[in-house]
């Protein structure tokens, strides 16, 4: 039988995908990157998963890639790293920036390398309080990866997001709630539990409304405020047509709860 290296859990109308080699702290193997790319294809095409959460078994979310595997040490010499990120790396941020349903991660412990930025790459950050987040490449004479050098300056602006990568450095929880690369913290008891309830919101929401948001604000981070208006103004066109519109103003107009189909 094979390893469940990333664990599928399929509720009605979303996937909890928990990485799943503990004693490794989640660190990313050839196989586990399959195994993650494979729940995420099956996220993007069952029409009854309208949302993703992302989490770690034990107490870390994710150290990043298992070194064990990229040795340059062995006998064939250094490894392709251009290989690694090429066919592991890229395509996981690609499909998680892309897929048209929020991606929520909880993060429940150390997420360090690609692991961080994997974590930083998702829609809805949530940290238990225990956890911590290190770029770590300073350690091993690696540029941040897995978006690092596009999503950190966003995300923190180029000062902090230069020393933060320079120094190695680890940030609290606290500390990247402050910066806003989180969401939320919560008690380490209670972050699962709130990260499911705040998956199935979003997995009850108005699922082409959120896709369109996600998708305009990625795209807003390089294009002008002209560009912007004009793409605001066609999803609007384009959702303004829709069941959940149509359902959501009739549900504010009777004033009860919509009931959104996610089209
Ligand atoms: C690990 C790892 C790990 C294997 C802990 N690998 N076993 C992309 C493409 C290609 C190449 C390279 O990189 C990338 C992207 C990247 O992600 S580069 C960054 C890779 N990550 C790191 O450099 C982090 C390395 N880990 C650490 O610095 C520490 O483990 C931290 C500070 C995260 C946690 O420290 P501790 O809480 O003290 O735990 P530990 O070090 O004792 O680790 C527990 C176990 O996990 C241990 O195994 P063992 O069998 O001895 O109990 C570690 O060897 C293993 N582990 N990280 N990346």
């Given at each position: 039988?094979?390893?469940?290296?990333?664990?599928?859990?399929?509720?009605?109308?979303?996937?909890?995908?928990?990485?799943?080699?503990?004693?490794?702290?989640?660190?990313?193997?050839?196989?586990?990157?399959?195994?993650?790319?494979?729940?995420?294809?099956?996220a993007r095409?069952?029409g009854?998963c309208r949302a993703v959460?992302?989490?770690?078994?034990?107490?870390?979310?994710?150290?990043?890639?298992?070194?064990?595997?990229?040795?340059?040490?062995?006998?064939?010499?250094?490894?392709?790293?251009?290989?690694?990120?090429?066919?592991?790396?890229?395509?996981?941020?690609?499909?998680i920036r892309s897929l048209e349903k929020p991606v929520?991660?909880?993060?429940?412990?150390?997420?360090?390398?690609?692991?961080?930025?994997?974590?930083?790459?998702?829609d809805?950050?949530?940290?238990?309080?225990?956890?911590?987040?290190?770029?770590?490449?300073?350690?091993?004479?690696?540029?941040?990866?897995?978006?690092?050098?596009?999503?950190?300056?966003?995300?923190?602006?180029?000062?902090?997001?230069?020393?933060?990568?320079?120094?190695?450095?680890?940030?609290?929880?606290?500390?990247?709630?402050?910066?806003?690369?989180?969401?939320?913290?919560?008690?380490?008891?209670?972050?699962?539990?709130?990260?499911?309830?705040?998956?199935?919101?979003l997995a009850?929401g108005a699922t082409a409304g959120l896709a369109a948001t996600k998708k305009a604000m990625h795209l807003?981070?390089?294009?002008?405020?002209?560009?912007?208006?004009?793409l605001?103004?066609?999803l609007q066109?384009e959702l303004?047509?829709s069941?959940d519109?149509?359902?959501?103003?009739?549900?504010?107009?009777?004033?009860?709860?919509?009931?959104f189909k996610g089209k």
């Amino acid at each position: 039988m094979t390893e469940e290296f990333v664990r599928v859990d399929r509720r009605p109308d979303h996937l909890v995908l928990t990485l799943n080699r503990p004693d490794k702290l989640n660190a990313f193997t050839k196989a586990q990157h399959a195994q993650l790319r494979d729940a995420l294809a099956e996220a993007r095409e069952n029409g009854s998963c309208r949302a993703v959460l992302l989490t770690g078994a034990g107490r870390a979310f994710c150290v990043g890639q298992d070194l064990a595997e990229v040795d340059p040490r062995g006998a064939e010499g250094p490894p392709s790293l251009r290989d690694t990120l090429a066919h592991q790396y890229n395509p996981l941020i690609r499909a998680i920036r892309s897929l048209e349903k929020p991606v929520v991660c909880a993060v429940n412990g150390v997420a360090a390398g690609a692991g961080a930025n994997i974590a930083l790459a998702c829609d809805v950050v949530l940290a238990a309080r225990s956890a911590k987040f290190l770029q770590a490449f300073d350690k091993i004479g690696l540029v941040p990866d897995s978006g690092g050098t596009w999503t950190l300056p966003r995300l923190l602006g180029p000062s902090r997001a230069l020393a933060w990568a320079l120094t190695g450095e680890p940030v609290d929880a606290e500390q990247a709630a402050a910066w806003g690369l989180v969401w939320k913290v919560y008690d380490d008891e209670a972050l699962l539990p709130e990260a499911e309830k705040l998956t199935a919101r979003l997995a009850a929401g108005a699922t082409a409304g959120l896709a369109a948001t996600k998708k305009a604000m990625h795209l807003a981070m390089t294009q002008s405020l002209d560009r912007q208006l004009d793409l605001e103004r066609d999803l609007q066109d384009e959702l303004g047509r829709s069941h959940d519109y149509l359902e959501g103003v009739t549900a504010f107009m009777e004033k009860r709860r919509p009931s959104f189909k996610g089209k």
